[in-house]
């Protein structure tokens, strides 16, 4: 092969071409993310407040004749409360890059580097969406999903030991996930007309449920619906391939490219930790967002025609950019791209984590 960086013909004789979009080998997908941070739900106040009932009046009584009837008043309500955090990353840009950019320009330096920024952004909310929180990240699903086992002892600033219904239901696998596993997880997280209606879990898990769900599917193979596959069987004398051609004796189909368990939606994120599956009533969530105030901060988006990256599409909600700034001492820009809120659940004891799973 030619190395032509090395040929001084063709480095003398041919201008070099760049192509036109920058391709991310970088971050991986969290489609949970995206959902949650693209239907954000409307921050209000100092804090949230969403009032549960955590006790029922038992002064109920039967009675016959004229006995007394009980007077005796009962607290059955608290709120739970949750504070708004938030979340920075820079955009900082060499000016002298920049006029380099501008005299011969086939990628907008600056818009590349702002969509760029935003997705790894996006990115590092996607970890904090599935880890306990400490400190000041935002609260995840772990937190929401938890009884306390993981180390979610409190919600919403209440103890779940004294409010027990702001637990969720929680099932250590500890091995081959099972479809007696899922109904009972299912069952577990559903009251009344509320069940879960998302499930989430990784890629290896997500190949588990397909290694479970294969023997009860029926194949059924047919001309009209399925032409096959051509099969190379070897080669002739002088080389050429001997290839039967589909649609002939040679069909069959499998693999699943969706999953769905009792009508519900499995997806798989690659956010989500080893071993865990999630089970969400997805009414019951919602990031509130806090948006921007400050006149100089503007809505910033994930896409650029520049991008080609997992996270290129045009998410906007809550995510605020400050313009750019011009440092004193360096000849350059900084921005900042910025969200607050939190992600809050408010019941839950419609959801169900299960963890530890290890095959099918």
Same mark, same amino acid.
């Given at each position: 092969?030619?190395?032509?960086?090395?040929?001084?013909?063709?480095?003398?004789?041919?201008?070099?071409?760049?192509?036109?979009?920058?391709?991310?080998?970088?971050?991986?997908?969290?489609?949970?993310?995206?959902?949650?941070?693209? /239907?954000?739900?409307?921050?209000? *106040?100092?804090?949230?407040?969403?009032?549960? +009932?955590?006790?029922? /009046?038992?002064? !109920?009584?039967?009675?016959?004749? #004229?006995?007394?009837?009980?007077?005796?008043?009962?607290?059955?309500?608290?709120?739970?409360?949750?504070?708004?955090?938030?979340?920075?990353?820079?955009?900082?840009?060499?000016?002298?890059?920049?006029?380099?950019?501008?005299?011969? +320009?086939?990628?907008? $330096?600056?818009?590349?580097?702002?969509?760029?920024?935003?997705?790894?952004?996006?990115?590092?909310?996607?970890?904090?969406?599935?880890?306990?929180?400490?400190?000041?990240?935002?609260?995840?699903?772990?937190?929401?999903?938890?009884?306390?086992?993981? *180390?979610?002892?409190?919600?919403?600033?209440? #103890?779940?030991?004294?409010?027990?219904?702001?637990?969720?239901?929680?099932?250590?696998?500890?091995?081959?996930?099972? =479809?007696?596993?899922?109904?009972?997880?299912?069952?577990?997280?559903?009251?009344?007309?509320?069940?879960?209606?998302? &499930?989430?879990?990784? +890629?290896?898990?997500?190949?588990?449920?397909?290694?479970? %769900?294969?023997?009860?599917?029926?194949?059924?193979?047919?001309?009209?619906? =399925?032409?096959?596959?051509?099969?190379?069987?070897?080669?002739?004398?002088? !080389?050429?391939?001997?290839?039967?051609?589909? *649609?002939?004796? =040679?069909?069959?189909?499998?693999? %699943?490219?969706? $999953?769905?368990?009792?009508?519900?939606?499995?997806?798989?994120?690659?956010?989500?930790?080893?071993?865990?599956?999630?089970?969400?009533?997805?009414?019951?969530?919602?990031?509130? !967002?806090?948006?921007?105030?400050?006149?100089?901060?503007?809505?910033?988006?994930?896409?650029?025609?520049?991008?080609?990256?997992?996270?290129?599409?045009?998410?906007?909600?809550?995510?605020?950019?400050?313009?750019?700034?011009?440092?004193?001492?360096?000849?350059?820009?900084?921005?900042? &791209?910025?969200?607050?809120?939190?992600?809050?659940?408010? /019941?839950?004891?419609?959801?169900?984590?299960?963890? *530890?799973?290890?095959?099918?």
């Amino acid at each position: 092969m030619a190395i032509y960086d090395q040929n001084t013909n063709v480095n003398t004789s041919t201008l070099e071409s760049l192509v036109a979009k920058t391709v991310d080998t970088v971050l991986t997908f969290s489609p949970s993310t995206l959902y949650f941070l693209g /239907n954000q739900k409307n921050w209000k *106040g100092s804090l949230m407040r969403f009032p549960v +009932k955590y006790a029922r /009046n038992t002064q !109920g009584m039967n009675f016959q004749g #004229l006995e007394k009837f009980s007077t005796t008043a009962t607290n059955n309500f608290i709120n739970m409360t949750f504070d708004p955090t938030g979340y920075e990353i820079n955009t900082v840009i060499s000016q002298m890059e920049v006029d380099v950019n501008d005299t011969n +320009k086939v990628i907008d $330096l600056v818009a590349r580097r702002l969509a760029s920024d935003a997705q790894d952004m996006a990115y590092d909310l996607s970890g904090q969406f599935y880890t306990l929180q400490t400190g000041k990240t935002f609260l995840s699903l772990i937190d929401g999903c938890d009884s306390g086992t993981l *180390g979610a002892t409190s919600y919403g600033g209440l #103890l779940r030991a004294t409010y027990t219904g702001l637990a969720g239901n929680l099932t250590n696998v500890g091995g081959n996930i099972t =479809l007696s596993t899922l109904r009972t997880m299912f069952n577990a997280a559903t009251h009344g007309k509320d069940s879960p209606d998302l &499930i989430l879990t990784t +890629k290896a898990v997500w190949e588990f449920l397909e290694k479970l %769900f294969t023997p009860t599917i029926s194949h059924q193979i047919t001309q009209q619906t =399925l032409m096959g596959y051509p099969k190379f069987t070897g080669a002739s004398e002088n !080389g050429t391939p001997n290839i039967v051609a589909p *649609g002939t004796q =040679l069909k069959g189909a499998m693999g %699943f490219n969706s $999953l769905m368990w009792g009508g519900v939606p499995v997806i798989a994120d690659e956010a989500v930790p080893a071993g865990y599956l999630f089970m969400l009533n997805t009414r019951s969530w919602g990031f509130y !967002g806090l948006p921007s105030k400050h006149p100089n901060y503007k809505p910033v988006k994930f896409y650029s025609d520049t991008m080609d990256s997992v996270y290129n599409i045009p998410v906007t909600s809550g995510f605020s950019f400050s313009g750019f700034m011009d440092p004193i001492d360096q000849y350059g820009r900084v921005g900042h &791209i910025i969200l607050a809120g939190n992600l809050i659940c408010d /019941n839950p004891r419609l959801q169900a984590l299960g963890y *530890g799973i290890t095959g099918a």
